[in-house]
C-alpha cells in the first residue's frame, strides 16, 4: 500500500491504458539549496558556539580581576602616555594601538 501512494498514475487518451510513472528525483539546484541551507545552519551554530564560550571566559576573567587586583591608576595613565607617544612616532601600528588601548581600559577604574 506504501508503494500505491509514491506512484502516479497516467492514463493515455488514444490507448485507455493505464500506466504508472515514478515520481521526479530533486533538480540539481534544489540538492545544491538543501546542502547550503545545512551549511548556514551549521555555520550559525559553531558561531554561537564560539560566544558561549567566549563569553564564559570572560566572565571567568571579569571574576579574576574584581578579586581585589588593584592597578595603580597613575601607573596606567603614564602607560596611555607612552602608547600615545609610540603611535605618533610610528613605533606601532594603529591595529597594535588599540588593542593596548583597550587592555588599559579594561584595567582603568572610574569612580
Known amino acids: 500500500m506504501g508503494q ?4 502516479q498514475h ?3 487518451a488514444t490507448t485507455g491504458k493505464e500506466s504508472t510513472m515514478a515520481r521526479a528525483r530533486s533538480t540539481f539546484g534544489k ?3 538543501d546542502q547550503a541551507k545545512k551549511d548556514r545552519a551549521r555555520a550559525k551554530m559553531d558561531d554561537r558556539q564560539s560566544r558561549r564560550e567566549d563569553k564564559a ?3 571567568v576573567g571579569d571574576i579574576g580581576s ?3 587586583e588593584v592597578v595603580d591608576q597613575t601607573r596606567l ?3 596611555f602616555a607612552r602608547l600615545h607617544e609610540d603611535l605618533a612616532d610610528g613605533r ?4 597594535d ?3 593596548r588601548q583597550e587592555e588599559l581600559r579594561a584595567k582603568m577604574v572610574v569612580e
Open 31 to 33: 540538492l545544491q539549496r
Open 57 to 59: 571566559a570572560d566572565d
Open 92 to 95: 606601532i601600528s594603529l591595529d
Open 66 to 68: 574584581s578579586n581585589g
Open 10 to 12: 497516467l492514463v493515455v
Open 77 to 79: 595613565l603614564e602607560q
Open 97 to 99: 594601538f588599540e588593542i
Open 4 to 7: 500505491a501512494l509514491c506512484r
